[in-house]
């Protein structure tokens, strides 16, 4: 059972592109979870979505950033005209279903450089 | 504002001593506590958790960690550290979902 993989692993965009951030959680697993992570500081919850619901988004910023999980697929966080300020590492956790995050697993990460 | 607190951003042992990591939560009422551990250039991983029950939890990787309700305090223990144990140690509280700590990086020099 492959664990939570996040691609690409490092991503580089200039300023005014767009990002697109894959995470494809574990197997069986129905909710997934985005977090972001400035440098020097701690995860910051961005969004929780179970399939083809956006169930809590209160950590999204209010424009350029969406995410989505089809009912086919990854889940897909975008970030539209990105900025310098965008620059994180970007984390996407799992967990089956019932259980919320007290049983959620994390990827590695997509690493996000803006330049 | 609710938060967690981890109060050591760094902090530099040498092999065999002992860790004490603190973390304060400002949340009231019933909370799910959790330590995840990152090591460099890997995903967070679970070290253990307090649900309810014994206040003393048992982690993986010889790590334990004791809730104290009346401090709001999880401080993150291990007798004898390694070198190996280099990583940053992030505390959690599960409300909406989990909200972190701004973590600690613990370097283990040998």
């Known amino acids: 059972n492959a664990g939570v993989m996040q691609n690409p692993r490092h991503l580089v965009r200039r300023r005014g592109q767009e990002a697109r951030l894959r995470c494809s959680p574990m197997?069986?697993?129905?909710?997934v979870y985005w977090y972001r992570q400035l440098p020097e500081e701690g995860l910051k919850f961005m969004v929780y979505l179970q399939k083809e619901n956006i169930i809590d988004e209160s950590g999204m910023p209010k424009e350029r950033f969406s995410a989505e999980f089809p009912k086919e697929g990854p889940s897909i966080l975008r970030i539209q005209q990105v900025v310098r300020g965008d620059s994180a590492a970007y984390f996407c956790?799992?967990?089956?279903?019932?259980?919320?995050?007290?049983?959620?697993?994390f990827g590695q990460g997509t690493r996000l450089t803006v330049v | 504002a609710q938060s967690v607190s981890q109060h050591n951003h760094h902090v530099i042992l040498s092999e065999a001593a002992s860790l004490e990591l603190g973390c304060n939560y400002s949340?009231?009422?019933?909370?799910?506590l959790f330590w995840y551990v990152q090591y460099p250039g890997q995903h967070l991983q679970l070290l253990l958790k307090y649900f309810s029950g014994d206040p003393l939890v048992k982690g993986i990787k010889g790590f334990e960690a004791e809730f104290i309700k009346s401090k709001f305090s999880f401080n993150l223990r291990k007798p004898s550290v390694q070198w190996s144990d280099t990583a940053e140690y992030f505390c959690a509280v599960l409300r909406r979902a989990l909200t972190f700590g701004s973590g600690t990086r613990l370097q283990v020099q040998p």
């Open positions: 949340y009231g009422g019933t909370v799910n």
């Open positions: 956790a799992s967990s089956p279903p019932g259980s919320h995050m007290l049983e959620a697993f």
């Open positions: 197997k069986g697993h129905s909710h």
